[in-house]
């Protein structure tokens, strides 16, 4: 077996053992932990389109969540339009909102473009909680929108147990962690992450890093929007406060800059090791100390930026590569005696 077979090999195990988990976990609490560390594997992926290729810093993905989360359920609320659909809607609006907010911003350089995304999340959380409508669509300032129980199913994204939650989120994942690799080894990737890297000398190449740059903000806001109609139907409750915040904002980016970002599998080894961090630390911290998960995230980023600076997926990948070489050699010894002892009874 190669070392590509091998890797090919244990993904494929990864990916039927993460599908016969709910097998396995029957709790509906660990279920939800499980649904919660995929959601934000998910998020930190499209967050990683912009956030990882293209080299920039954005701070306010969580408005993208805010979109998607409201438009569905508004949609479904008011006109009975199915989640599914208003996940679409979502999405596309959220796609045009990432172009209006990438055209200028994704110009500037450092800090500038992190402080002017989070200006707008903070500007859109404070028109949403002082508004009841937003044109025909109600938002219901900061009381939020509750989604009562349907009798839809799957047209109403409403399930009366965690494991269909627990699928569609993971076919989700794989389809965005699928679509990344796909897009890092298209002619989009490259220009992503040579402007990323070095911009000027990109564009001195001919490179059109602003147009790469903005198109791929539009990407990952519409795939961001997605996640937020999802958790609006998994939770069946939204307010400004729960999806137009700056600390989801800055999970995404801590999840990114833990596992590594500009990696396929940074976002996800990121989601594994914070997330579980994250719903232990609000279950046992979240009366007395709330928002202590950030805290615990900062020291964790610190330690990782001391000692792997490019996150945590460097690391693993080199540990993967050796481990895949030392069963490839194994095989080819193997393979090697057998016919060495072949030859030796031949010429017997």
């Known amino acids: 077996m190669s070392p590509k077979q ?6 494929a195990v990864l990916v039927i053992t993460a599908f016969l988990l709910p097998l396995a976990v029957q709790s509906p609490t660990y279920l939800h932990i499980l649904i919660m560390l995929y959601l934000y594997a998910y998020m930190t992926t499209s967050w990683n389109l912009v956030g990882g290729f293209a080299g920039v810093l954005p701070l306010g993905h969580s408005v993208f969540v805010g979109i998607g989360a409201y438009i569905s359920t508004a949609l479904w609320l008011q006109w009975g339009i199915s989640p599914w659909l208003g996940m679409l809607a979502g999405g596309v609006v959220a796609a045009g909102v990432g172009y209006l907010i990438g055209k200028p911003t994704l110009k500037m350089r450092g800090a500038y473009f992190a402080l002017s995304t989070m200006a707008f999340v903070e500007g859109v959380r404070v028109i949403v909680e002082n508004l009841d409508y937003l044109g025909p669509l109600k938002l219901n300032g900061p ?6 129980p349907a009798d839809g199913g799957f047209w109403a994204f409403q399930f009366s147990s965690k494991e269909p939650y627990y ?8 389809g965005v962690a699928l679509l990344t690799w796909y897009i890092s080894r298209s002619k989009l990737g490259y220009c992503l992450q040579a402007g990323g890297e070095e911009p000027e000398a990109a564009q001195a190449l001919g490179v059109n890093v602003a147009r790469s740059k903005v198109i791929a903000m539009v990407m990952s806001s519409f795939l961001t929007a997605i996640a937020g109609s999802f958790l609006a139907q ?8 729960s999806v137009l915040t700056l600390d989801l904002s800055f999970e995404l980016a801590f999840i990114a800059l833990v596992g590594g970002r500009g990696y396929i599998a940074g976002p996800i080894l990121g989601a594994f090791l914070l997330r579980p961090v994250s719903e232990f630390s609000r279950i ?6 709330p928002g202590m998960h950030l805290i615990i995230y900062g020291v964790i980023l ?6 792997q600076p490019r996150g ?8 993967f590569d050796s481990v895949a070489r030392k069963f490839a050699t194994k095989d080819d010894d193997t393979a ?7 030859k030796v009874k031949g010429g017997a």
């Open 167 to 174: 699928y569609i989120i993971l076919i989700m994942l794989i």
């Open 284 to 289: 046992y911290f979240g009366d007395s100390l």
């Open 143 to 148: 009381r939020g929108l509750n989604i009562p």
């Open 302 to 307: 610190i330690v990782v930026m001391l000692y």
């Open 312 to 319: 945590l997926a460097e690391p693993f990948g080199r540990l």
């Open 6 to 11: 091998f890797k090919q090999t244990l993904l």
């Open 336 to 342: 090697q005696t057998v016919g060495s002892s072949d």
């Open 234 to 241: 998994l939770t069946l409750f939204i307010y400004p406060k």
